[in-house]
């Protein structure tokens, strides 16, 4: 894979088995994650990054690095793929990453194939992203269910939707609209 990759999480257990598959998937550089700036810094190398996050007991605890990258005012790490490799997975556990605005929630070990081709699909597709004054990520309206509410992700109000295509050139945004829901 032409992309850099950053292990967010412990670098112990989780985070060197995560490290080890990145290694095999063809990441580099591959890199604990240490700070923004940090990333900043790759993106100037290496335009495409991806943000593995290692399991953890409470996946909330990795809220304030999914928000400073969902957040930040640099695309390289506002649309950069926010990938979670589970180590048991729950409808608690994928609502949180849905809230966090991750790309997607992986369960080790991963009995369906080819994690790599599934990284993959990361790049190459144009992804819709919405952004709201408390939620920024992929487009998840489709995997949330009936219960959700008007107040939730995009029911509702101000939004921007955002098209992108990643690519190993980096993050290419096709469209940008500024919409209001009634």
Do not use: W
């Not at 809230?99 to 369960?107: E, L, N, Q, S």
């Amino acid at each position: 894979m032409n992309a850099a990759a950053f292990i967010v999480g412990p670098q112990d257990g989780a985070g060197a088995a995560l490290s080890d598959l990145g290694r095999r998937l063809g990441f580099s550089p591959l890199q604990p994650y240490v700070s923004l700036r940090q990333s900043l810094k790759q993106a100037d190398q290496t335009p495409l990054l991806f943000f593995l996050f290692a399991a953890v007991a409470n996946v909330s605890s990795l809220k304030p690095v999914a928000n400073a990258l969902r957040f930040s005012n640099e695309q390289s790490l506002r649309f950069a793929p926010l990938i979670y490799f589970a180590s048991e997975l729950s409808e608690e556990t994928i609502r949180g990453c849905i809230a966090m605005g991750f790309d997607d929630v992986i369960a080790l070990p991963y009995a369906n194939g080819d994690i790599g081709a599934r990284l993959g699909r990361q790049m190459g597709e144009t992804k819709t992203y919405y952004e709201t004054s408390t939620y920024f990520g992929p487009d998840r309206r489709n995997r949330v269910g009936p219960q959700r509410s008007l107040g939730s992700d995009h029911g509702g109000g101000q939004f921007r939707r955002i098209e992108i295509v990643r690519s190993a050139q980096g993050i290419n945004v096709l469209r940008d609209d500024f919409q209001v829901m009634l």
